[in-house]
C-alpha cells in the first residue's frame, strides 16, 4: 500500500472480501438487508458508529472526521473490498473526500430520493431529514430550480435519537412526528431522506395516512451491485454470504443485535 498526496490509499482486493456498510448507528440496517437480499453470496462488515450517534447535529467537519475515522478502518484494517455509505449524512459530507482517499476502492452513497418523489406525484413533496443534510449542497443540488417551490424540507432531529432507544413505532414517536408537522398542509409525497426513517414507518403510515413513501435504498443498492461487476469484485462463491455487525458502544451494538435477529 503507497499514499501519496495526489493519489490517496491504494488497497488491494480479492472478490471474497466482505463490503463494509457504514452508518452513524442502526438506520443503515434498512440498506444492509436490501444489499443481502440483491447480493446473497456477498458477504458484509456493518459499523454502526453508536457513541457518537446522531449525526445530524454535529457540524460538516465533525461528520467528515467520523466518517474518515470508520473508512480508515473497514477498509485498510479490515481490509473491505467497497465501502456503502448507508447515512444520508455521511455521504453529504464525506463521499467526495473519501473517493480521493481511496481511489481505487467503490464508495457509494446514500441521497434523499427526491426526483423520483417530483417525478411520481405533481403536488408537494415533503423531505424529513437531519438538520446537516437538509443544509448541504449535496441536497440542494438534487432539486431542479423550476421544483423548489413544490419541495418543502423538514429537519427532523428527534426521530435518530427516539430510533436508536427503540421507540421507532409508538406513542412517543406518534407525538414527536404530529408535534414536527402541525400546521403543515398534507404533502402528495413524503421522501425519508435518512436512512434511519424507513424503521419508523408504521408511526409514519399513522401520521401521513396513505401517501407515498420514497427513500434512496434500491439506488445505493443497484449502484453497488453495478459498480462491483464493473470492478470484477462480485463474490463468485455459490454459498451464502455471512454479515459481522459492530456498533461503537454496548448499548448500541444490543440494538443493533436486537433489530436485525427479529427482520
Not at 1 to 13: D, K, Q, W
Request: charged share 15%.
Amino acid at each position: 500500500m503507497a499514499i501519496t498526496p495526489e493519489t490517496g490509499v491504494f488497497l488491494s482486493h480479492s472478490p471474497t472480501d466482505a463490503v463494509a456498510v457504514f452508518d452513524s448507528g442502526v438506520g443503515g440496517l434498512t440498506v444492509l438487508w436490501a444489499l443481502q437480499k440483491a447480493l446473497p453470496h456477498e458477504h458484509f462488515v456493518y459499523w454502526g458508529d453508536t457513541a457518537n450517534a446522531p449525526y445530524g447535529d454535529r457540524s460538516e467537519t465533525e461528520i467528515r472526521s467520523l466518517t474518515q475515522a470508520a473508512a480508515d478502518h473497514l477498509l485498510c484494517e479490515r481490509r473491505c473490498k467497497a465501502l456503502v455509505l448507508a447515512c444520508n449524512t455521511a455521504t453529504a459530507a464525506a463521499a467526495q473526500s473519501l473517493r480521493r482517499r481511496f481511489s481505487n476502492t467503490p464508495v457509494v452513497g446514500m441521497e434523499p430520493a427526491v426526483r423520483p418523489a417530483l417525478a411520481a406525484v405533481s403536488g408537494t413533496v415533503l423531505v424529513l431529514g437531519t438538520a446537516a443534510t437538509l443544509r448541504s449542497d449535496r441536497f440542494r443540488a438534487l432539486v431542479p430550480p423550476c421544483e423548489r417551490e413544490r419541495v418543502i424540507p423538514l429537519p427532523a432531529p428527534g426521530m435518530v435519537p427516539l430510533i436508536e432507544a427503540g421507540k421507532a413505532d409508538g406513542p412517543d414517536m406518534d407525538r414527536y412526528l404530529r408535534q414536527l408537522t402541525r400546521g403543515l398542509p398534507r404533502p402528495f409525497a413524503v421522501v425519508l431522506g435518512c436512512t434511519h426513517f424507513p424503521l419508523a414507518r408504521a408511526s409514519l403510515t399513522r401520521v401521513f395516512g396513505d401517501v407515498p413513501f420514497f427513500d434512496g435504498t434500491n439506488g445505493t443498492v443497484g449502484q453497488t451491485a453495478r459498480v462491483l461487476q464493473r470492478q470484477n469484485l462480485l463474490n463468485p462463491a455459490p454459498s451464502g454470504g455471512f454479515v459481522t455487525l459492530t456498533a461503537t458502544s454496548p448499548a448500541g451494538r444490543a440494538r443493533l443485535y436486537s433489530l436485525y435477529c427479529a427482520h
